[in-house]
């Protein structure tokens, strides 16, 4: 992976700069720093910001994309797309790779890109998931890390029960999660119940663990919680691993007689092996 030294953005207008280096040069298609590798390949070397990209998805709903070297989808490739096109239709976001077909664009694991999501001038990290059979969202890139922000409504969480698991992300083989916060954005009350708490768990461990969100609209409530999840202890993870939302109430269930909303925030990052 390379990267441009002082990771300043470069105008479109200039066509070559013969002192970045050996096969490196200014595309004037895109103004993205490139090099040619020995087998005379083009590749991007980064964005403004300093992150390297695979691909430009162009676009609005329907994304495409030309990724050299790419010949078939696999469990956990890993991709930082910058995107041309805001999504800004409620048209599914599918995504499709060298024409080697299209596939839905997923976030929270099973839900389609809500329209406004993905901005225009923006790289974003997606991760192929064979359980799912499609690109999962892992967040916006910036300098290396992906951050995303998943919003969760109250209809989701009326299953009448005390204790509701939800999906929330896929994370990408050789990641870790080094960050999460969480806030209700609408107040968790209503009914009988007198708490509700919130674990977001990992196939081994839980993160943000018994968080309390009853009655509260805080945007600090939680913290910024950092620490590593079950991934960072494990060498060179190959197989994408996917995280839930478990939330529990007490004396009563979370059903049409409570409420409530919550963002919750996940900032990722690549393991260098």
Request: proline share 6%.
């Amino acid at each position: 992976m390379r990267y441009n030294r002082n990771f300043i953005p470069i105008p479109a207008a200039i066509v070559a700069i013969p002192a970045v280096g050996i096969n490196e040069f200014i595309d004037s298609a895109d103004g993205l720093l490139k090099y040619k590798d020995t087998a005379g390949v083009v590749n991007p070397i980064f964005t403004s910001g300093g992150t390297t990209i695979n691909g430009i998805l162009l676009g609005e709903d329907v994304k495409t994309t030309t990724i050299p070297g790419v010949v078939a989808y696999a469990d956990g490739d890993t991709y930082d797309l910058l995107n041309q096109v805001e999504n800004t239709s409620n048209v599914p976001v599918t995504i499709n790779i060298n024409a080697l077909g299209a596939e839905n664009g997923l976030t929270k694991v099973t839900v389609a890109i809500p329209p406004a999501t993905l901005l225009a001038g923006r790289v974003y990290r997606f991760v192929y998931d064979v359980a799912t059979v499609a690109f999962q969202l892992v967040g916006e890139v910036i300098n290396g890390q992906a951050v995303q922000k998943l919003n969760y409504l109250f209809g989701e969480f009326t299953a009448a029960g005390t204790n509701i698991v939800l999906p929330a992300f896929v994370l990408p083989p050789g990641h870790i999660t080094d960050a999460a916060a969480l806030s209700p954005s609408v107040a968790f009350t209503g009914g009988a119940i007198t708490a509700v708490v919130v674990d977001l768990d990992g196939p081994n461990i839980n993160y943000l663990t018994d968080v309390d969100i009853f009655q509260a609209v805080d945007p600090t409530l939680g913290g910024l919680v950092t620490g590593v999840m079950d991934d960072a202890s494990v060498p060179s993870p190959i197989i994408p691993s996917t995280y839930t939302l478990t939330m529990d109430s007490t004396t009563a269930n979370l059903d049409a007689l409570t409420q409530g909303d919550m963002d919750v925030w996940i900032r990722s990052s690549r393991l260098l092996f």
